[in-house]
């Protein structure tokens, strides 16, 4: 079902916590803006802290289509935009030769419609959609290049893309457009400027509750306090990839499948893999680091 645009930033917070999106007023604030004055939203911060899903939360909010984009090495405009459907093309050429009698002209300008168009994420955001305005997850950037950065510059710029068999297409109303990235390298001023910018940390430790809350309800407090404060504490340690909001919320549900009342170094030792990617890093937490960082935890629960 469509959806208004919210009218406030508490309206955003409300709208996404709906969702089980759970937000600070900051980042509230930044999505009001881009929704009401039509900008891109431009998103950094680690890896699983949130940036993804929150155009996931906000599609599903809005009653929009979700468009996604991911981002990687070598991405061109075929990929990203458009590309032919030769092989359909191969045989609307075959078919007529066999017929005989085909005019090469009227063949030529057949086969470059929109009937053999495969229209890829840019290009569909474009188009009109029946809910209104996609929503446009251009995720990961920092992983493409420089030319196709700059692509993506001049299609935001005016939100239109060109076919040169078609013409220019323009979106008869913007897309709200969300880019995300995990910052392993800058990405071009030129693009941030045409942007609103959020970094998005760590989340605090109620903030995380929260989300724990809303995401793994089926977990006690007590679980969920215990699951928090030691991922909290697990961030400060010299780790290569640090656990994101992801790997919190994967971890409480692979607790609760496994019917866990209360952490233990055990239990910490056996699901290790549901919150560390790398194998040095496991090496590193499990045994005593994984006994002391559950103690400090615990401390830190106490009442005073």
């Known amino acids: 079902m469509v959806r208004a645009q919210p009218g406030s930033i508490d309206a955003v917070q409300a709208m996404l916590a709906a969702e089980g999106y759970v937000?600070?007023?900051p980042l509230a604030t930044v999505v009001f803006l881009a929704l009401t004055l039509g900008r891109p939203l431009f998103l950094e911060g680690e890896a699983g802290v949130g940036k993804t899903e929150i155009a996931k939360a906000l599609a599903q909010a809005l009653g929009r289509r979700l468009i996604r984009l991911q981002c990687y090495e070598g991405l061109d405009t075929a990929s990203a935009v458009y590309e032919w459907n030769f092989a359909a093309q191969m045989i609307a050429i075959r078919t007529a030769e066999a017929a005989g009698g085909a005019d090469r002209d009227?063949?030529?300008s057949e086969l470059f419609t929109e009937d053999y168009l495969i229209e890829r994420p840019l290009l569909q955001a474009m188009r009109p959609q029946v809910e209104g305005p996609p929503v446009l997850l251009i995720d990961e950037l920092d992983r493409t290049d420089e030319p196709f950065e700059a692509f993506l510059l001049e299609a935001l710029s005016d939100f239109?893309?060109?076919v040169p068999e078609l013409g220019t297409i323009r979106a008869p109303a913007p897309p709200v457009v969300i880019l995300t990235s995990n910052r392993t390298r800058e990405v071009h001023d030129a693009l941030k400027r045409r942007c609103l910018y959020h970094w998005v940390d760590y989340p605090t430790f109620e903030r995380e509750m929260e989300i724990v809350r809303a995401?793994?309800?089926?977990a006690s407090e007590t679980l969920s306090r215990e699951i928090v404060a030691f991922v909290q504490n697990l961030r400060t340690e010299d780790l290569f990839k640090k656990p994101g909001v992801a790997e919190t919320i994967d971890w409480a549900k692979c607790l609760l499948a496994l019917d866990v009342i209360s952490l233990s170094p055990e239990v910490i030792a056996d699901t290790l893999g549901a919150i560390l990617k790398?194998?040095?890093d496991i090496q590193k937490i499990e045994g005593s680091e994984a006994r002391r960082l559950l103690n400090e935890a615990r401390a830190e629960l106490a009442p005073a």
Request: hydrophobic share 25%; charged share 30%.
């Open 278 to 280: 790398y194998q040095d």
């Open 106 to 108: 009227a063949l030529k």
């Open 160 to 162: 239109q893309v060109t």
């Open 215 to 218: 995401r793994a309800p089926e």
């Open 23 to 25: 937000c600070g007023r």
